[in-house]
C-alpha cells in the first residue's frame, strides 16, 4: 500500500481513481487519511478541484480529478477488517459537487460500491487469482447498510465481464446484493406512512429501499419519462416544479443530517443527495417501467444502483405510483422479482427478493449487475495544501508499515 510522500519540497498524496458503473471518482485506503474531519475535507477539495471556501459557479474542476456532475464526484475512503463473518471492507462515502466546497457525508452510492472490491483486488489486500466466484462483505458507514459483493474470475485467470448501459465496451462485472435495504435513511419503507402523497397536484411516492426516493407520475408533470435528460434540465418549469416537490417530499419524510437533526427545506432544495427523485411512465422498450432520474440536483444519464434498487422494490408496493405502472405481485412464500427499469442507456435490470406477509410487504434483497475498472493509480501533489493539512500528512507518512 502507497503512503503520502514528499516530492519538491511538495506532499503527494496516493489514490485510485476509478470507475464503478456509470459514475467515477476516487478511492483512498482509510488508514492513510486524515484522522480531523476538516482536514479531510480539505484533503477532497484538492483532490477533486472544487472551491476551498465559498462557491464558484461554473467551475469546471481543471484543477482536480472531478468531473462536473455529481456521478462524477464522488471519493470513498475504504479499509479491509475482520469481523464476526470474516473479511469485510468498510467503506464511508464523500459526495461532492463542483460549484462549491460542501461535502455530504449522508449517503452511499451503490454505482461507485462496484468498485470498491475490484480496487481492494488491485492494491492485493485480498487474492482472487482462483478460477469461480469470489464474495466480499462491504459495510458502509454513511448508511450502517452491507452489501455483498461479488467478482467472478474465469478459468483463464482473468475477470468475467459484463457489458452495461451507459457504459462502453466489456469490463469486470461485479454483482451487489443488497441486504435488509429497508429504511435505509429513514427506518422505514414508507416514510411519510403513505403509499402514495399528493405534492403540488402531482402523485408521488415516498420509498426508502437503499436510499430514499420521490417517485412521481411524469404524466402529472407534463412529461413521459421518455425525453431526454438535456431537454429535461432545460426546461426551467420543469426543474423549478421538481425541487419544489423533492423539498416538500424530504420533509414529509423528515430526512436528517447524519447527527439527527431534521433538514430544513432550505437544505433539502440545495441537497446533492437526498431525497433521489424520478418521473416515471409506462415502458415502451420491452421493461416494465420508463424513468428519468435525478440525483437531485442534475440528471443522471442511466440510472443509479440504489435509486434502481429503491424503484424495483416500489413496483411491489401496492398502491403506489410505480406499482401502478408496473403491476408487480408477491406470494407468501420469498421470490425473485425482476424488473427492467427503461432510462436514457437503454434497460436496466434490477432484482427484489421479497414476500408478502400479513403485516406487509418484506424485502429481503435487492440486486444489481454493475461493471467497473481502475482508471490510474497514482500520486497526485497538491499543490496550496494549508500548513495543518501538511502536519496531518507529514504524521500519516510516518506510521508503520
Same mark, same amino acid.
Given at each position: 500500500?502507497?503512503?503520502?510522500?514528499?516530492?519538491? &519540497?511538495?506532499?503527494?498524496?496516493?489514490?485510485?481513481?476509478?470507475?464503478?458503473?456509470?459514475?467515477?471518482?476516487? !478511492?483512498? *485506503?482509510?488508514?492513510?487519511?486524515?484522522?480531523?474531519?476538516?482536514?479531510?475535507?480539505?484533503?477532497?477539495?484538492?483532490?477533486?478541484?472544487?472551491?476551498?471556501?465559498? $462557491?464558484?459557479?461554473?467551475?469546471?474542476?481543471?484543477?482536480?480529478?472531478?468531473?462536473? +456532475?455529481?456521478?462524477?464526484?464522488?471519493?470513498?475512503?475504504?479499509?479491509? #477488517?475482520?469481523?464476526?463473518?470474516?473479511?469485510?471492507? !468498510?467503506?464511508?462515502?464523500?459526495?461532492?459537487?463542483?460549484?462549491?466546497?460542501?461535502?455530504?457525508? %449522508?449517503?452511499?452510492?451503490?454505482?461507485?460500491?462496484?468498485?470498491?472490491?475490484? *480496487?481492494?483486488?488491485?492494491?492485493?489486500?485480498?487474492?482472487?487469482?482462483?478460477?469461480?466466484?469470489?464474495?466480499?462483505?462491504?459495510? &458502509?458507514?454513511?448508511?450502517?447498510?452491507?452489501?455483498?459483493?461479488?467478482?467472478?474470475?474465469?478459468?483463464?485467470?482473468?475477470?468475467?465481464?459484463?457489458?452495461? /448501459?451507459?457504459?462502453?465496451?466489456?469490463?469486470?462485472?461485479?454483482?451487489?446484493?443488497?441486504?435488509?435495504?429497508?429504511?435505509?435513511?429513514?427506518?422505514?419503507?414508507?416514510?411519510?406512512?403513505?403509499?402514495?402523497? !399528493?405534492?403540488?397536484?402531482?402523485?408521488? %411516492?415516498?420509498?426508502?429501499?437503499?436510499?430514499?426516493?420521490?417517485?412521481?407520475?411524469?404524466?402529472?408533470?407534463?412529461?413521459?419519462?421518455?425525453?431526454?435528460? @438535456?431537454?429535461?434540465?432545460?426546461?426551467?418549469?420543469?426543474?423549478?416544479?421538481?425541487?419544489?416537490? *423533492?423539498?416538500?417530499?424530504?420533509?414529509?419524510? @423528515?430526512?436528517?443530517?447524519?447527527?439527527?437533526?431534521?433538514?430544513?427545506?432550505?437544505?433539502?432544495?440545495?441537497?446533492?443527495?437526498?431525497?433521489?427523485?424520478?418521473?416515471?411512465?409506462?415502458?415502451?422498450?420491452?421493461?416494465?417501467?420508463?424513468?428519468?432520474?435525478?440525483?437531485?440536483?442534475?440528471?443522471?444519464? %442511466?440510472?443509479?444502483?440504489?435509486?434502481?434498487?429503491?424503484?424495483?422494490?416500489?413496483?411491489?408496493?401496492?398502491?403506489?405510483?410505480?406499482?401502478?405502472?408496473?403491476?408487480?405481485?408477491?406470494?407468501? #412464500?420469498?421470490? #425473485?422479482?425482476?424488473?427492467?427499469?427503461?432510462? /436514457?442507456?437503454?434497460?436496466?435490470?434490477?432484482?427484489?427478493?421479497?414476500?408478502?406477509? +400479513? $403485516?406487509?410487504?418484506?424485502?429481503?434483497? %435487492?440486486?444489481?449487475?454493475?461493471?467497473?475498472?481502475?482508471?490510474?493509480?497514482?500520486?497526485? +501533489?497538491?499543490?496550496?495544501?494549508?500548513?495543518?493539512?501538511?502536519?496531518?500528512?507529514?504524521?500519516?507518512?510516518?506510521?508503520?508499515?
Amino acid at each position: 500500500m502507497l503512503y503520502p510522500k514528499k516530492h519538491n &519540497n511538495i506532499w503527494e498524496f496516493p489514490v485510485h481513481h476509478m470507475r464503478g458503473g456509470t459514475s467515477t471518482g476516487l !478511492v483512498i *485506503w482509510e488508514d492513510i487519511a486524515p484522522r480531523q474531519t476538516e482536514l479531510r475535507e480539505e484533503l477532497l477539495r484538492h483532490l477533486m478541484g472544487v472551491p476551498l471556501i465559498g $462557491e464558484q459557479p461554473g467551475n469546471r474542476q481543471i484543477t482536480g480529478l472531478g468531473r462536473g +456532475p455529481a456521478t462524477s464526484n464522488k471519493v470513498f475512503f475504504a479499509t479491509l #477488517e475482520q469481523s464476526d463473518q470474516g473479511l469485510r471492507l !468498510v467503506s464511508t462515502l464523500a459526495q461532492l459537487a463542483a460549484e462549491h466546497g460542501r461535502i455530504d457525508w %449522508s449517503v452511499n452510492c451503490g454505482n461507485m460500491s462496484s468498485a470498491l472490491q475490484i *480496487w481492494a483486488i488491485h492494491t492485493g489486500q485480498i487474492d482472487a487469482s482462483a478460477a469461480g466466484a469470489h464474495t466480499l462483505e462491504i459495510f &458502509n458507514t454513511n448508511t450502517g447498510v452491507s452489501t455483498t459483493s461479488r467478482v467472478v474470475i474465469d478459468s483463464d485467470g482473468q475477470f468475467s465481464t459484463a457489458e452495461i /448501459p451507459g457504459v462502453m465496451g466489456l469490463h469486470p462485472a461485479v454483482d451487489l446484493f443488497l441486504h435488509n435495504p429497508v429504511g435505509a435513511k429513514t427506518g422505514t419503507l414508507l416514510p411519510t406512512g403513505n403509499a402514495t402523497d !399528493v405534492i403540488d397536484g402531482c402523485r408521488v %411516492s415516498c420509498v426508502d429501499v437503499a436510499v430514499p426516493m420521490v417517485i412521481i407520475r411524469a404524466e402529472d408533470m407534463g412529461k413521459t419519462a421518455t425525453e431526454t435528460m @438535456q431537454a429535461l434540465e432545460a426546461d426551467p418549469h420543469f426543474m423549478t416544479r421538481l425541487k419544489v416537490i *423533492w423539498t416538500a417530499a424530504g420533509l414529509k419524510m @423528515q430526512l436528517r443530517h447524519k447527527d439527527g437533526r431534521l433538514l430544513t427545506a432550505d437544505e433539502l432544495a440545495a441537497s446533492e443527495t437526498i431525497p433521489k427523485v424520478c418521473i416515471v411512465a409506462a415502458p415502451r422498450d420491452g421493461g416494465d417501467i420508463a424513468v428519468r432520474y435525478f440525483t437531485p440536483q442534475t440528471g443522471h444519464n %442511466s440510472m443509479a444502483v440504489s435509486g434502481g434498487c429503491c424503484l424495483a422494490a416500489a413496483t411491489l408496493i401496492p398502491g403506489s405510483v410505480a406499482h401502478d405502472i408496473a403491476g408487480k405481485s408477491l406470494s407468501a #412464500e420469498a421470490t #425473485e422479482q425482476f424488473i427492467g427499469i427503461e432510462n /436514457p442507456a437503454g434497460i436496466l435490470g434490477a432484482s427484489v427478493i421479497a414476500r408478502h406477509t +400479513p $403485516e406487509g410487504i418484506d424485502i429481503q434483497q %435487492s440486486a444489481y449487475q454493475r461493471s467497473a475498472q481502475v482508471l490510474l493509480q497514482g500520486y497526485m +501533489p497538491l499543490y496550496g495544501a494549508s500548513p495543518a493539512l501538511q502536519q496531518a500528512l507529514a504524521e500519516i507518512s510516518q506510521l508503520p508499515r
